[in-house]
């Protein structure tokens, strides 16, 4: 999972909404095939949909739900990124915004055995192979590259490569690929420093306990330019597609996966997604690739 | 034991055997009725549990054998934070605990300052949550900037949890020392004994002896409250648990780190029942009766 956040680069949001329909159209198939043929239009009218709430869309997220993600922490209001991409999904399906509901879930419960209380969980969660095996997941509707943010004052604020960051004391958030990330390509000397939440993280870093927080990129945008005054990001990493992209959460062996993936491929074929993703992440800002 | 011993028979010079063989069948029979009983009981138990509808899911994601052994490695090596916290914390909680509990009990005018601040300190940092404490201690004192001191998040987050903790136990010794009968202290006086030497040498040795089990069952509470750390950054048992879990959507890494924490605290409360179970004996055998 990975947390708050702003602008992406246009290639990135490029690379997420060609990936998205690569994957949508290999895998819608095979993963309604189960239940139908094909996932057909009439499979998946809202009236057929097998609901939490009969006649209701339920769509858990966190709380507190942070920008630019959502708006104001109330994702009703059909701001932010993955608000605009639930409301986009639900609406495809077939429901009004009225029909849909959202419920509190936790990151820690989202993936608990038993009946689910949501219907989809929207929540920036990374797909990978591990989590599969606990639940399902739709097909990507972003992809993320992980970013460095650190100080201005700080002695890795003209880290180039990912060597340079090697002596760095490093903070993540808890469950994010982030730590993987840090765990896994940076390797640093020092263990690194994990938090409830990025809150946690943005304390450290500023007061000087952190040299710098590994975050996904429109974050450590959001942070930089909105929370923490004399941040600056780094520099991103190339985008791991086994770890760096976003899909729903549905219970193991939910029968709304093809549906929702379907709905997925429109919102890319028609450019929708596209749109909603330049609207709330903004794209005009360059940031270096470490190596 | 057996019934007999039981009962005492207070060392009778003539046992009847009658007795004595009725009292031989029915400890067996009592022992008996115990197992079939508990087990009974655990067989029932198991098999309402594993025919429950959802019970493959639960054993899938909190007691998966492939889970656990994949996720101990990271969780053991992350325990020893927490040993190592408790270790230092401990001894540290002990004296600051007492120096409280004593400071609230000084009787002379000229020490109501020490008395007041005795009585703040147990007040507030007793009614502060934990986590607060260590919020407050790891995020605020480095955000302060102080020349030569450390912001290490470990250092501080023992620190506040020997704040909290030495509030709990100074009250735990206070109860101990108001324990002592008075007429100890009384005694003592009379004998010619200072208000220190009657502290010293005759207070507290009871008080403290009578407020071992408590003690152990904070420093029990204090090994787990340990994990509380980890919302500074460190990367504790439970942490590392929650690291595993997330990344692979699987409890069972909590099973894993409590299996750590249990081991250290059944030993602990087994040693406290032995203390306990001694003391009861020395205090039989001084003739107290």
């Not at chain 1, 239009?41 to 209701?56: I, K």
């Not at chain 2, 063989?21 to 067996?28: E, M, P, Y």
Request: hydrophobic share 45%; charged share 15%.
């Amino acid at each position: 999972m990975l947390r708050p956040a702003r602008s992406v680069s246009a290639l990135a949001s490029l690379a997420s909404v060609l990936l998205l329909a690569a994957c949508a159209t290999e895998s819608t198939p095979s993963s309604a095939g189960s239940s139908s043929p094909a996932t057909s239009a009439d499979a998946c009218a809202a009236s057929t949909l097998r609901l939490v709430t009969p006649g209701t869309l339920t769509i858990g997220t966190d709380k507190p739900a942070y920008p630019p993600y959502f708006v104001d922490d109330t994702p009703t209001n059909g701001k932010g990124f993955e608000s605009a991409v639930a409301y986009a999904v639900a609406a495809r399906m077939g429901f009004t915004k009225d029909q849909v509901k959202w419920t509190v879930v936790p990151f820690d419960s989202s993936y608990a055995p038993g009946e689910k209380k949501f219907d989809f969980d929207i929540n920036q969660i990374s797909i990978t192979d591990k989590r599969k095996a606990a639940v399902d997941f739709s097909t990507p509707y972003f992809t993320v590259p992980q970013a460095v943010l650190t100080l201005n004052t700080s002695k890795f604020a003209n880290a180039t490569s990912i060597a340079d960051l090697k002596d760095a004391k490093l903070g993540a958030q808890v469950g994010t690929t982030s730590l993987a990330f840090i765990n896994n390509t940076i390797a640093p000397t020092q263990q690194a420093q994990v938090f409830n939440d990025t809150a946690g993280a943005k304390s450290s870093l500023s007061n000087g306990t952190l040299d710098a927080i590994v975050v996904d990129l429109p974050t450590a945008f959001y942070i930089s330019a909105a929370e923490i005054d004399g941040s600056k990001v780094v520099g991103q990493f190339a985008v791991d597609p086994s770890a760096d992209t976003w899909g729903l959460l549905f219970g193991k062996g939910s029968t709304l996966v093809g549906c929702a993936n379907q709905a997925l491929a429109q919102l890319a074929s028609s450019g929708d997604l596209a749109k909603i993703t330049a609207q709330w992440l903004s794209t005009d800002v360059k940031v270096p690739v470490l190596q | 034991m057996t019934h007999v011993a039981a009962t005492g028979a207070s060392a009778a010079p003539y046992r009847d055997p009658e007795r004595q063989s009725f009292l031989r069948r029915r400890a067996v029979r009592n022992r008996t009725v115990a197992s079939v009983s508990m087990v009974v009981f655990l067989v029932v138990l198991a098999v309402a549990v594993t025919s429950s509808p959802g019970w493959p899911a639960v054993q899938k994601s909190f007691f998966d054998p492939t889970a656990f052994r994949e996720s101990m490695p990271d969780i053991w090596s992350a325990f020893w934070l927490n040993v190592r916290m408790f270790l230092v914390a401990e001894p540290l909680i002990l004296v600051l605990g007492l120096l409280i509990a004593l400071a609230r009990g000084l009787r002379a005018p000229m020490w109501a300052p020490l008395r007041v601040l005795a009585a703040v300190w147990t007040d507030v940092f007793r009614g502060i949550p934990t986590l607060l404490l260590i919020l407050l201690f790891g995020f605020g004192i480095p955000a302060l900037r102080i020349k030569g001191l450390t912001n290490e998040p470990v250092v501080w987050g023992t620190v506040a949890l020997v704040v909290s903790y030495s509030a709990y136990v100074a009250e735990v010794y206070r109860a101990g020392i108001d324990s002592v009968h008075p007429g100890q202290r009384a005694a003592a006086r009379s004998l010619g004994l200072s208000d220190g030497q009657t502290s010293r040498f005759v207070v507290l040795p009871q008080a403290v002896r009578n407020v071992v089990p408590p003690l152990l069952n904070d420093f029990i509470s204090l090994q787990k409250d340990t994990a509380l750390v980890s919302v500074l950054g460190p990367i504790e048992a439970l942490r590392a648990a929650q690291i595993y879990a997330s990344d692979t959507f699987n409890y069972t890494s909590y099973v894993a780190a409590a299996v750590l924490f249990i081991s250290l605290t059944i030993p602990m409360a087994r040693y406290t029942d032995w203390l306990l179970a001694r003391q009861r004996r020395r205090k039989a055998a001084g003739g107290s009766w």
